[in-house]
């Protein structure tokens, strides 16, 4: 079965600073893996996805990350942390056989940006 | 596009009482999806639907739960009768299913509280 935890249920930058949040999968088939971010008070959406076409991973807002299988980690990273940032961060995991509908959410990470 | 919609945005209501949540995917995309988040749980998956039809129910947490997708635009959520463990966001998405990657799109939730 598809599953994905994430490293730290908090963490806290300095605005300017490297972002970056843990996620470790396992799945018995190639994954197909996200990161969605949750403002307060908003639904998900979409940062990133990981669909095998590219290690490397650019999403919205300055955001990316890579795939290891090796590791079999799919980390998020943004090089300068803005403020807005500040928000609650899941990444997700998805079987690539079958198109099937469902997602494996982590338990999430909040994200603090300090001034 | 107006997104995924739902309604209420808040609902309070006492122990016993029926709730009924709904929502409106986004038009064109065929699989609908039904989350609950609490703090204790996290984003839990508690049904989707794919034409209307109900294809994985095993999230739904007891009887007292039941969904239903009448047409492609609609769907309700119903909790008969409601407890205070009930309390949580519940979270509609949808997505478009000619490509298991396609992205979900969540709607902004709706906040139950049961007193």
């Known amino acids: 079965a598809q599953s994905v935890t994430q490293l730290g249920s908090h963490v806290s930058v300095s605005e300017g600073a490297l972002v970056l949040l843990r996620c470790n999968y396992s799945s018995s088939v190639p994954p197909y893996l996200f990161w969605y971010v949750q403002y307060p008070n908003q639904g998900l959406q979409l940062l990133l996805k990981?669909?095998?076409?590219?290690?490397l991973v650019k999403g919205i807002n300055g955001f990316e990350a890579e795939f290891k299988k090796s590791e079999t980690s799919f980390h998020l990273t943004k090089p300068s942390a803005h403020m807005s940032d500040a928000a609650e961060y899941f990444c997700?995991?998805?079987?690539?056989?079958?198109?099937?509908?469902?997602?494996?959410f982590g338990q999430g990470t909040t994200l603090q940006v300090k001034p | 596009d107006a997104g995924v919609i739902q309604s209420p945005r808040h609902e309070v209501t006492e122990m016993g009482q029926e709730v009924t949540l709904r929502c409106k995917p986004i038009?064109?995309?065929?699989?609908l999806f039904w989350y609950r988040q609490t703090m204790m749980r996290g984003l839990e998956l508690l049904i989707y639907?794919?034409?209307?039809?109900?294809?994985?129910d095993s999230g739904m947490p007891e009887d007292r739960f039941s969904a239903k997708m009448p047409n492609a635009s609609f769907s309700t959520l119903k909790i008969q009768p409601s407890e205070p463990r009930d309390s949580a966001v519940y979270f509609c998405?949808?997505?478009?299913?000619?490509?298991?990657?396609?992205?979900?799109?969540f709607g902004p939730g709706t906040r139950l509280t049961v007193l």
């Open positions: 038009s064109g995309h065929d699989y």
């Open positions: 998405a949808s997505r478009r299913g000619t490509s298991v990657t396609d992205t979900q799109y």
């Open positions: 997700a995991v998805k079987k690539s056989s079958g198109n099937t509908g469902k997602l494996i």
């Open positions: 639907f794919n034409n209307n039809v109900p294809i994985d």
């Open positions: 990981y669909t095998s076409a590219a290690t």
